[in-house]
């Protein structure tokens, strides 16, 4: 932990789903004190400042500024908030593909820190990417390290092209887990369960199975092969869902997508 060494204050800009979720867990060190501007604020954790434009803020310094805005609203929204950065301070941005250029361009500064969360760090369970561009300290990566881990986990990566396929996996990724389990609850429904009884099966189904998998040694396929009797039911089932590496295919295509639509956002 880097944060026992300072007392920050950060401005987080945007304070939706994915900026609202950090914050949840990001308030649980003391070491970072944080004002949110939202023209929609949302209701914010103890502690936290919020306004809903950044007119109060004209004659204040922050240590850090967190990007939680849409990426194709940067170059409208963060000249205002050029001035606001502390001489020796920094930029978090979680803006999806949004480069490390267009923010220094935007808010007149060098040190930037990409990251890549995901929506699962609402309950301290996220998997992030983290960027830093060459003007960053070292204390400056190991403070925006300290709170990426406090919502989950944290790769490191040595370029924006790196964060960007983190992106398609992680970034995007509950996003076709989410649809998965959906589409998983319907075709059970179809079976002649309730809404309520299809949920509790698939999603009961779905944690035992990925908990179990965190557990083990062993590799993907073995673990499946565990559930696949020969000629039973399983087999049945693999046999419709991937036989025609149809299944394969579809996954390549959804983070092939979601990393070109990164690099299109850069
Ligand atoms: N959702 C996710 O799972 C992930 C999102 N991200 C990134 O996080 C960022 C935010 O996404 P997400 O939280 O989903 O989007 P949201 O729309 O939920 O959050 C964006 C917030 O910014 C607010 N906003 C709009 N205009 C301004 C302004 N002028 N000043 C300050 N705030 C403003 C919006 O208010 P209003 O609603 O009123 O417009 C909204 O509350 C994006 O850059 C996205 O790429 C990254 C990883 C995962
Ligand atoms: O869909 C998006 O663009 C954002 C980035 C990753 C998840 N949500």
Not at 66 to 92: C, H, R, W
Not at 162 to 188: C, K, M, N, Q, W
Request: proline share 3%; hydrophobic share 40%; aromatic share 6%.
């Amino acid at each position: 932990m880097n944060f026992k060494t300072k007392h920050y204050q950060a401005l987080m800009i945007g304070c939706g789903k994915m900026g609202g979720a950090l914050l949840r867990q990001w308030i649980r060190s003391e070491a970072v004190h944080y004002t949110v501007v939202d023209p929609t604020l949302p209701e914010l954790p103890n502690g936290v400042v919020g306004y809903d434009n950044a007119d109060a803020l004209k004659s204040k310094k922050f240590d850090i500024i967190i990007i939680a805005i849409k990426p194709q609203m940067v170059e409208t929204i963060l000249p205002d908030y050029a001035n606001l950065l502390s001489e020796d301070g920094f930029v978090i941005s979680m803006a999806a593909g949004c480069s490390a250029e267009r923010l220094q361009t935007a808010l007149k500064t060098r040190a930037i820190i990409r990251i890549m969360p995901n929506l699962p760090s609402f309950i301290g369970k996220g998997v992030a990417g983290l960027y830093a561009s060459p003007e960053c300290s070292e204390a400056q990566k190991a403070v925006s390290l300290d709170m990426m881990e406090l919502a989950g986990t944290a790769v490191k990566v040595d370029s924006e092209d790196g964060l960007d396929r983190i992106t398609a996996i992680a970034g995007s990724g509950p996003g076709y887990v989410f649809e998965f389990a959906r589409t998983y609850v319907e075709a059970a429904e179809s079976l002649g369960f309730s809404r309520e009884q299809a949920r509790a099966l698939v999603l009961g189904t779905i944690v035992g199975t990925i908990e179990m998998a965190m557990d083990s040694d062993d590799d993907l396929e073995t673990l499946r092969n565990n559930v696949t009797s020969k000629k039973g039911t399983t087999e049945a089932g693999l046999k419709a869902l991937n036989a025609d590496m149809g299944l394969s295919q579809k996954l390549k295509q959804t983070v092939d997508a979601a990393y070109n639509r990164a690099i299109e956002l850069r």
